[in-house]
């Protein structure tokens, strides 16, 4: 550990012990002052730092936009897929650091404003609009972050994501026809759907479009399980809830009157009432297992539309531009060809990579760009393993 490091470790346990005895003495007005006096410091002194971030973030994000990582010779686009990341992970440490800073701020100074001043309702709907919109801010940053690293995973949850929001407004949504609540959970997924397609970049959605067709066999067979198994699931719930009659739910109903109980114990009776009972619930809990599974199927249907219209577009323009490039005989530049190659996927980079012109100016240009090594399996676990289990030394 070098002295900055120690420096760093002292000072953490420092501020940690002094907030500790203000806490236990209950000194809050001098507990919240330092808080103050503390992340104004932070902010200050971190000044520098956070507008170099800034700057890098923003020109590391318009080399990204302008494909300055995204080579031919790196047919897996591993650089650029961890330049995106990289980049990402930037945003998230720099939002992070400064809401939660600004977050301590500002709760501390309204707390000292609220108890020794009556403060307007308009500075504090103003704050809370504040703290409101950093919080946005931040989970952007993580959103963006989880979408590039796990890419699969985040399509897979954005019906779940969708459902979430969904039941924030259920409430008003009580009296509104089955149909109108599945349409509207469709149009809520197709707006999450038409973002998340944008947002990412294409060689992402490639990659991506290979896995739907994983995730559409799952979805057939889950479907299908799931309906079929509805009555047992009715039978569960009915055994659970003790729906069903019997001699000792008649006999302990003290509003019936002894001619009728002694009709309903009857087991005649009794099978043909619980019959009727279980077709019902297995008839309800069909319906809702149908209208899940339906939500679900419709929902990836839509997202996998999304990614095969937004690659197949981006394709049909790239191969004819570089058709048109081709033919016309002009300079070939070696952006235009990364370009097409970016949106064209795998089509165009072979008709690029067959064109001797084109690979002469490719070789030109990545003379000095090498692949990253594959990675095993195998590999990723341990260091998977290694960092989540690794011991500080101090």
Known sequence: MDDKQKNSLINSIFIILVLSSLIVNKLYTPMFLYVIILMSWLLFFNRLKFSKNVKKFSSKRKDIKKLKYYFLKDTTHSID????????????????????????????????????????????????????????????????????????????????????????????????PTSLKLCIFLSITTICYFIFTRALPLHFLRKLNFSIVIISALLTIFTTVLIQSSPTFTEMLLNNEKILLTKEVVQEESTFSNKIKNFLTNEDVMNTINHFIMKEFTTEITNILSLISAGITLSFLIGSLLVSLRISKAKVSAKEKL??????????????????????????????????????????????????PKTLCRDKMKSFLKKLFHIPKF
């Not at 301590?104 to 309204?110: A, E, P, T, V, Y």
């Not at 704050?127 to 919080?135: D, P």
């Not at 033919?327 to 070696?334: A, D, F, P, Q």
């Not at 089509?347 to 240009?365: A, T, Y």
Request: charged fraction near 15%; include cysteine.
């Open 81 to 176: 897929r961890n330049e995106r990341i990289s980049n990402a992970v930037s945003l998230n440490n720099i939002v992070s650091l400064y809401y939660f800073a600004s977050f301590f701020l500002i709760g501390s100074i309204f707390y000292l404003l609220n108890k020794f001043f009556s403060v307007p309702l308009v500075i504090v709907h103003f704050i809370q609009a504040i703290l409101i919109t950093s919080l946005l801010f931040l989970l952007c940053s993580w959103i963006i972050l989880l979408i590039f690293r796990n890419t699969t995973l985040f399509f897979i949850c954005i019906p779940a994501l969708v459902f979430v929001i969904y039941n924030l407004f259920s409430t008003f949504l009580i009296d509104i």
């Open 323 to 372: 058709y048109t490039l081709l033919i016309s005989g002009n300079e070939i530049k070696y952006e235009k060809l990364v370009e097409y190659a970016y949106k064209g996927g795998e089509e165009c980079e072979s008709i690029i990579l067959s064109n001797p012109e084109c690979l002469n100016v490719i070789r030109k240009h990545e003379i000095m760009v090498s692949p990253p």
